[in-house]
């Protein structure tokens, strides 16, 4: 039952086993039952947590939805390890499954964006403006800085003309 998998998954995620929670949440969807997003998010969570996030990303992206908190999760682990590629995939991942981008996902992306001096950081800040998602003075202060260590002035000029509007 699903509750039964339900009740399963949480223990398994109590005790921070990747692999059982892995194995019970593919068998709850293949046995055609709803896998609760928060049991995907969880997993993601301890998986990141075991240092295996990249080892079971493949078999996640594969076969289940992220829902829009493991979006989030995924955005801030990809900024913390640097990883501009593993978020631009996420970020595809969660476009194509039309669900939009969770609040909590633009900032880490914005900074991993900035630290590469990607051009998408451009774009990126126009749709956070867009959607209404509340940009900190902290936050553009702190992007400033990354502008500062990587030369980054094209987007250095959008962040300063963005606080000079406020």
Not at 30 to 50: K, S, T
Not at 95 to 104: F, M, W
């Amino acid at each position: 039952t699903a509750r039964g998998y339900s009740v399963t998954i949480k223990g398994f995620l109590k005790n921070g086993m990747v692999d059982a929670v892995l194995k019970r949440i593919l068998q709850m969807k293949d046995a055609g039952l709803h896998v609760p997003p928060f049991a995907v998010a969880q997993f993601l969570r301890i998986a990141c947590d075991a240092g295996r996030l990249m080892e079971v990303f493949g078999t996640v992206e594969a076969k289940l939805q992220l829902p829009p908190e493991a979006v989030a999760l995924l955005m801030e682990d990809a900024c913390r390890r640097g990883d501009i590629e593993f978020a631009k995939r996420v970020l595809k991942i969660s476009r194509e499954a039309k669900q939009p981008l969770p609040s909590g996902a633009y900032d880490p992306l914005l900074k991993l964006c900035t630290m590469h001096s990607d051009l998408f950081a451009l774009e990126l800040f126009k749709e956070m403006q867009e959607a209404g998602v509340r940009i900190s003075e902290g936050l553009c202060v702190g992007l400033l800085a990354r502008c500062a260590e990587t030369q980054f002035l094209r987007f250095a000029e959008e962040v300063v003309k963005f606080t000079q509007a406020r």
